[in-house]
């Protein structure tokens, strides 16, 4: 008897270890797909396309975030690498994956100027429309600094050209608010409307006036 109690220990004892070291298997697998995660997140704030395509051919996932919420995608759009945007996208990145701002890809890519990358990602299905957490698009961003390329790559992909964002602001308005002179110039050869008012009641030309924008101002005095 106490031969067969002695067996069955040791069996529950050889179970319990296989099951202790089972239940561990799992934590591993998990530390190493982070780390593998991080590694395709660092190769690409580097810029390192090689690393990045590596990464992902060892099973990183291509969405991974950081701690801000970016993804591949959206670093390689932050910092203008269109080799390595177009990799993640063949590898199936999410076009529409924000940060915790909101901020998508094609925001990033407006803001930093680079048209290349907003080409593909629109041609990618990217959304236009889409708002970050202070409500605002790809557009705004791209107007306010004064990317003309991007505004014309957005106005040529379907966005209004008089299209009212929050606070009943438009692009010219963004444009004239930062002095913008060539984009004011190319929004208005696209039909810009220097006559509408946002939610304060203030044209363009007004908002130029408030922010002594005064290329600006200039431009819109004859408008």
């Not at 529950?12 to 593998?36: N, S, T, Y």
């Not at 291509?62 to 690498?81: E, F, H, M, Q, Y």
Request: aromatic share 2%; with cysteine.
């Amino acid at each position: 008897m106490k031969r067969t109690v002695a067996k069955w220990a040791g069996a529950a004892l050889m179970a319990g270890a296989a099951g202790a070291i089972g239940a561990c298997l799992p934590v591993d697998a998990i530390a190493a797909d982070a780390a593998l995660n991080q590694q395709l997140l660092a190769a690409a704030r580097s810029g390192d396309e090689a690393s990045v395509q590596g990464a992902l051919a060892n099973g990183a996932v291509v969405d991974s975030r950081n701690r801000i919420g970016d993804t591949p995608l959206i670093i390689a759009c932050k910092s203008g690498v269109p080799g390595m945007a177009r990799s993640l996208i063949e590898h199936g990145a999410s076009i529409g994956q924000a940060d915790v701002a909101g901020v998508t890809p094609l925001m990033a890519a407006a803001y930093g100027g680079h048209d290349d990358i907003v080409a593909l990602l629109l041609a990618h299905g990217a959304d236009a429309t889409a708002t970050d957490r202070v409500g605002k698009t790809a557009m705004e961003y791209a107007a306010g600094q004064g990317h003309t390329a991007v505004v014309q790559r957005l106005l040529d992909g379907g966005v209004a050209v008089n299209r009212v964002y929050k606070n009943d602001l438009t692009a010219l308005m963004w444009a004239a608010g930062y002095d913008r002179a060539d984009t004011i110039k190319l929004l208005l050869a696209r039909g810009a409307d220097p006559s509408m008012r946002d939610n304060r009641g203030m044209t363009a030309s007004d908002i130029a006036a408030q922010t002594g924008s005064s290329h600006a101002a200039m431009l819109l005095t004859s408008h």
